[in-house]
C-alpha cells in the first residue's frame, strides 16, 4: 500500500500556472504506474495524466500540452506542472498509485481558476 499527499493547489487567474506534488511513502513507489486524476463538482472524476514506472505518460485531450507530469522515484514524488490554465481545469486534484491491479489515493488539493 502507498500512502499519498497533494500539495500546491490554490486560487490562480485564467493563464497562469500551478505545479501540484504528491509526496509518497511505503516501497512499492518506483514499481507503481503514477496518475493525477481531478474532479470538478457534480461531474465524475476523470484523469488528467499518467506515468508509467518506465517514464511513459498519457494525457487527457483537455490538458494535452497545457499540462505536464514527471516523478522522482528517489524522493518518491510524483508532479502536475499545469500551465495556461483555464477556469474549466478548476477542481480537486488527487494522486494516484497503482501497483497490482490496487489503486490508492490521496484526499486530493484544490485548484480554482478564475476568469
Do not use: H
Request: aromatic share 8%; proline share 2%.
Amino acid at each position: 500500500q502507498v500512502q499519498l499527499a497533494e500539495s500546491g493547489g490554490g486560487l490562480v487567474q485564467a493563464g497562469g500556472s500551478l505545479r501540484l506534488s504528491c509526496q509518497a511513502s511505503g516501497s512499492i513507489f518506483s514499481d507503481s504506474g503514477l496518475g493525477w486524476y481531478r474532479q470538478a463538482p457534480g461531474k465524475q472524476r476523470e484523469m488528467v495524466a499518467t506515468i508509467a514506472r518506465g517514464g511513459s505518460t498519457n494525457f487527457a485531450d483537455s490538458v494535452r500540452g497545457r499540462f505536464t507530469i514527471s516523478r522522482d522515484n528517489a524522493k518518491k514524488m510524483v508532479y502536475l506542472q499545469m500551465n495556461n490554465l483555464k477556469p474549466e481545469d478548476t477542481a480537486v486534484y488527487y494522486c494516484n498509485s497503482r501497483y497490482g491491479g490496487a489503486d490508492d489515493w490521496g484526499k486530493g488539493t484544490l485548484v480554482t481558476v478564475s476568469s
